[in-house]
């Protein structure tokens, strides 16, 4: 069929940015204002910039002091200062306030829609100079003579049978020298890239955790603008490592968020479910009662710190933000971590194309080394890898050692000693977990969440969700872990149809995908390949959310 395909057209660049994220948009910025000559072009899958990112985050402003200066004259919208921290261990009945962290102190920081922010990044990069093309995913990577060139975007309207429709439209080649990956967690391109050119050889493995996150309306009354609430311990069991963020910000908004780390062993345990469980607390209901949900989604978050970075850089290009791994567990933050990253990373290209272009580019991991960004994660590399040797309890011993004592300065590293997929224990072997129905008012079910994050795909594509080997789905994944992609998926793609007439099959459900690409990390056998669909395809989260 490729035969038949007409060629594509190219277009030239000085960089082409896959992304626009936080570091996306911040390289694009920091580029254009060492050089307005420098041609950027950046790609983003979602239909438009912030599409893909759902509300409530807490954002230190460091890495935006330094790229936009004059940003409140600008209008970013960092409208809600951060206020009270709250540090909770929850048990199944009770709360108890824990002294807050140093890290998670947000005094100085904004409780923000993240979409809104990428947003208003886009308008400054557009505003530089830089061309931004939402809606088109990059779905090929494009080598010469053993260095990359450059991205293809992917094919528009081609049918399931892989045959062009009516509507074909041929992807773009868009050639540079210099290719950054902004793609976030698991991005399909720079798990090629890390495979090219075995960028993992040295480094640790990485380790994930899936993020679940609701955007709630309450009464004006509840609110408590500022208001940071954190917590560990129930639903979860001692040795599986997660917890909550809930966030008061904006007009009458509640952002919530419920993280588990995807280094857990029980197949039978559900995120979404233990996220729905965790709303039914005594003291967390609170948070909601009286309000309506309004948005949903779900993504993967990178947590193996400095140990799992992958090499950076490679020839043609560089990895940048999430696509690296830049995030600060135990701050739980990592957007000005990621933006800083990719400001490095322009200021290194800038150097490069005012140079002889060398096949390379250098002096990005040295920039990076010698930040605030490495000094901040260096610090606090150790206590992800606690948690998951020693437990809630003894990583909550650790963290404190680390912190108050050694000040992150411990003459050892811990190191993350396994992927994520290689946990799970057999289905027959662990403790099967009963969640409670849900109510329709608290609690939901995943295809009513699925439907207020706006999803859509186009029906007629081909699936965007690959089994190297379909017959795994059963001989490996039923047989011994009973699916466990039925349960760690938040959105209901994944389904077990024909098992009580004793012929199961996996059905897949491609179209309520929200992205998270939590499969592709957590499936057992790494049989299932996350890649992007058809351009503008996935949940969508407009402006004000």
Request: net charge negative; proline share 8%.
């Amino acid at each position: 069929m490729s035969e038949q395909k007409p060629p594509r057209e190219a277009m030239e660049f000085d960089v082409v940015i896959v992304g626009g994220g936080p570091s996306g948009l911040a390289a694009a910025i920091r580029l254009k204002q060492l050089n307005p000559e420098i041609t950027v072009c950046l790609v983003e899958k979602g239909g438009e910039i912030g599409a893909h990112i759902l509300s409530g985050a807490v954002l230190e402003p460091r890495a935006l002091n330094e790229l936009v200066p004059d940003w409140k004259e600008k209008g970013a919208p960092l409208d809600t200062p951060a206020g009270e921290d709250r540090f909770l261990f929850l048990t199944s009945k009770r709360s108890i306030r824990l002294p807050t962290p140093p890290q998670m102190h947000n005094h100085g920081n904004y409780i923000v829609s993240l979409g809104n922010v990428v947003r208003w990044l886009g308008q400054q990069a557009e505003a530089l100079g830089v061309e931004i093309y939402p809606g088109f995913a990059a779905s090929e990577l494009l080598e010469e003579d053993g260095r990359i060139a450059g991205i293809a975007t992917g094919d528009m309207g081609i049918g399931k049978d892989g045959q062009p429709t009516p509507n074909f439209q041929r992807g773009m080649e868009l050639r540079a020298p210099y290719t950054l990956f902004a793609e976030g967690c698991r991005g399909s391109l720079s798990k090629q890239l890390m495979r090219r050119f075995s960028l993992c050889d040295a480094s640790d493995p990485q380790t994930y955790g899936i993020g679940i996150k609701e955007l709630w309306e309450i009464p004006a009354a509840a609110h408590q603008p500022g208001l940071i609430e954190h917590s560990l311990g129930w639903p979860l069991d001692r040795a599986t490592y997660g917890g909550s963020f809930v966030y008061h910000f904006g007009k009458a908004l509640v952002s919530f968020g419920f993280v588990v780390g995807l280094d857990y062993t029980n197949p039978w345990m559900s995120p979404f479910d233990e996220m729905q469980r965790f709303k039914t607390h005594p003291d967390m209901r609170k948070h909601f009662e009286g309000g309506r949900r309004v948005s949903y989604g779900a993504r993967a978050l990178v947590e193996g710190g400095v140990q799992s970075l992958p090499k950076l850089s490679f020839p043609g290009g560089l990895l940048i933000g999430d696509a690296a791994g830049f995030l600060n567990v135990p701050k739980v933050k990592g957007t000005h971590t990621a933006m800083k990253s990719g400001m490095l990373a322009a200021e290194a290209i800038a150097e490069a194309l005012a140079s002889d272009r060398p096949s390379e580019v250098t002096g990005y991991f040295d920039r990076l080394q010698s930040s605030w960004v490495w000094t901040e994660l260096s610090k606090v590399r150790n206590v992800r890898p606690a948690f998951a040797k020693l437990g809630m309890w003894g990583g909550l011993a650790y963290s404190a050692l680390d912190t108050y004592l050694l000040r992150g300065r411990a003459p050892w590293t811990l190191h993350n000693p396994h992927r994520d997929n290689e946990t799970l224990e057999d289905a027959d072997a662990a403790l099967r977990i009963a969640y409670p129905k849900p109510d329709g008012v608290l609690t939901f079910d995943k295809l009513s969440s699925v439907f207020i994050s706006n999803t859509n795909h186009e029906e007629n594509q081909p699936p965007h969700l690959h089994l190297a080997d379909p017959a795994k789905a059963i001989d490996v994944n039923w047989d011994r872990y009973r699916s466990p992609e039925v349960r760690y998926c938040p959105a209901g793609v994944y389904e077990i149809i024909g098992a009580d007439a004793g012929t199961p099959k996996l059905q897949i459900n491609a179209q309520n995908c929200v992205h998270c690409k939590t499969c592709d990390i957590k499936d057992p056998t790494q049989n299932i390949n996350w890649v992007p669909p058809e351009g503008g395809g996935g949940p969508n989260y407009p402006g004000g959310m």
